[in-house]
């Protein structure tokens, strides 16, 4: 039923779409959250958006950055970087774009309801020079800052103040015009917002790049069923699937006229544990949190069997990890990503000189409908913490409700599976948003669980201004030592990125996982 009623709604799309219209369908298991790219720093919200917004800086097809929506920056000062702003950008209403776009862009993104201000976090001021130029003035020197700005999506002054959208709305307390509609200088306009069901974009005719596409029209549709996802990859209703289901991946690949596209991922998939509330907020200990004793998290570590997840549960797409960076970001070191072995009786122990010999109840929070096999490895690890006496309910959902619990500002969670992508690609965009303390603006907004380590907070601000590559390397692997000693949060796996496309339909994968758009050609 679920799949006859998808073929209807694309038999009433295409009788609206002119016949000779390149249209490009494809599908996911989750939706974006909403249209406001402040809401939200996960990696198909910001992607999806990116084909409406664009930022200063972006990323080629190999990620390395190049100008966007500034033609070039320069420092004119050690904490003084300025951007010169391309001329002739016109909003998608017609309107220019200008520096105060840009100046009132970072007021809004560094606001107290902003969940992307990691992105600006080393920036003190921007200052309007002209309206085609913008300074940027640094708490203290940051000489990866371009790089920082590639996931920092400007937006348009005069249209979020008319629609009274100037503050960013949080998710699931209130809403504004920009939860629902898109203003963008992007290559893509937004036709259709249907939240859980389907977003339609169109073609942006006024875009100031030269089209590497030859798309008049996007259909992005969630099908949330594995099979549906696949039957109308397979039926032809869908071009392509952003997420094919491990199971399915050699099925598919056999198929004529239909191609899997594959590569490593930058992302880390990791368990954290929230070490900072006196009590859990989903537990059966009462009083107290064990998630703060050392010797708990470290049993929860030891029990877990990390190769029999990627082996079984994911089907060999991922690679075991014990660093919170993978190969591919800058920082990582090789020596340092060797996990413990189980190791279920010292775990015990462990448990049992922490005061838990009988074990505790713990709520484990998962999406399952965002990562490879995200609700089957949450099961799989609750069976493997049942061996040490550690209940764990299993409590998945999907992305929109669980990064509204789990993420800035709510924090409610106890104990949760999560992932991440560096944005600038570099170690120290995880240490900034993750690893650090919480509470200063722009800094360990990430940080789910609350880990702090005064060593740590030390260190971030030290490795974002070193211009001496051997010694911001030994501060990284310091940090990386820190936080496996402390086992301030356990790193699972990287996953391998899986599509599957018509052999009509050409596209880029970068190693972020993105999908943009602007390089989608139908043939």
Request: glycine share 6%; with cysteine; net charge neutral.
């Amino acid at each position: 039923m679920l799949f006859r009623s998808l073929l209807l709604s694309f038999a009433i799309v295409s009788a609206a779409t002119p016949a000779n219209a390149a249209v490009f369908k494809w599908a996911n298991d989750g939706d974006v959250r909403v249209m406001d790219p402040y809401t939200l720093d996960e990696t198909v919200q910001n992607s999806f958006l990116a084909n409406i917004y664009e930022p200063l800086v972006r990323r080629d097809k190999r990620l390395a950055t190049e100008p966007a929506l500034a033609v070039a920056w320069q420092q004119t000062s050690p904490t003084v970087w300025r951007f010169h702003l391309r001329p002739g950008v016109k909003w998608q209403d017609g309107t220019p774009f200008t520096a105060d776009d840009v100046v009132f862009s970072f007021q809004r993104i560094t606001g107290k309801t902003s969940s992307m201000s990691a992105n600006v976090s080393s920036v003190k001021e921007a200052r309007r020079i002209d309206d085609l130029t913008v300074d940027f003035e640094t708490k203290a020197p940051d000489p990866i800052l371009p790089g920082e700005f590639a996931n920092w999506a400007i937006m348009p002054k005069a249209w979020l103040e008319k629609n009274n959208a100037a503050e960013v709305a949080i998710v699931g307390t209130s809403e504004n015009f920009a939860h629902r509609n898109a203003m963008g200088t992007g290559p893509f306009k937004l036709a259709l917002r249907e939240p859980d069901r389907r977003t339609v974009l169109e073609k942006n005719p006024g875009w100031w790049d030269k089209p590497e596409h030859n798309l008049d029209r996007v259909e992005f549709t969630v099908i949330a069923s594995a099979a549906t996802r696949v039957a109308a990859l397979l039926s032809g209703e869908i071009d392509m699937i952003y997420a094919v289901p491990p199971q399915d991946i050699d099925k598919i690949g056999r198929i004529p006229g239909i191609h899997i596209i594959q590569g490593p991922e930058l992302r880390t998939i990791y368990l954290g544990m929230d070490q900072a509330r006196d009590e859990l907020l989903f537990s059966s200990v009462k009083g107290k949190n064990p998630f703060k004793d050392e010797r708990v998290r470290r049993a929860v570590a030891l029990a877990i069997d990390e190769p029999a997840i990627t082996s079984r549960v994911m089907r060999g797409q991922g690679r075991p990890t014990w660093l919170m960076w993978g190969p591919g970001v800058n920082g990582y070191a090789a020596a340092q990503d060797k996990r413990p072995p189980v190791d279920v009786a010292r775990a015990r122990a462990l448990l049992a000189e922490a005061g838990y010999p009988d074990g505790f109840q713990v709520t484990l929070d998962c999406p399952n409908d965002r990562y490879i096999a995200d609700e089957a490895i949450c099961t799989a690890i609750a069976s493997m913490l049942a061996r040490i006496n550690v209940k764990v309910d299993v409590f998945a959902r999907t992305k929109v409700r669980f990064f509204g619990d789990v993420n800035y500002p709510n924090y409610r969670t106890s104990f949760y599976l999560i992932g991440w992508t560096p944005s600038t690609y570099d170690a120290h965009n995880v240490i900034r948003t993750i690893l650090a303390s919480r509470g200063r603006p722009g800094i360990g907004i990430t940080n789910d669980g609350g880990f702090s380590n005064k060593r740590v907070d030390e260190l971030e601000p030290l490795i974002a201004t070193e211009l001496d590559p051997g010694k911001r390397q030994a501060m990284i692997e310091e940090v990386a030592r820190i936080v496996q000693d402390e086992v301030g949060f356990i790193p699972l796996h990287q996953q391998r990125i899986t599509w599957a496309a018509r052999d009509n339909i050409e596209l880029t994968q970068p190693a972020d996982n993105t999908f943009p758009m602007r390089w989608v050609q139908v043939k």
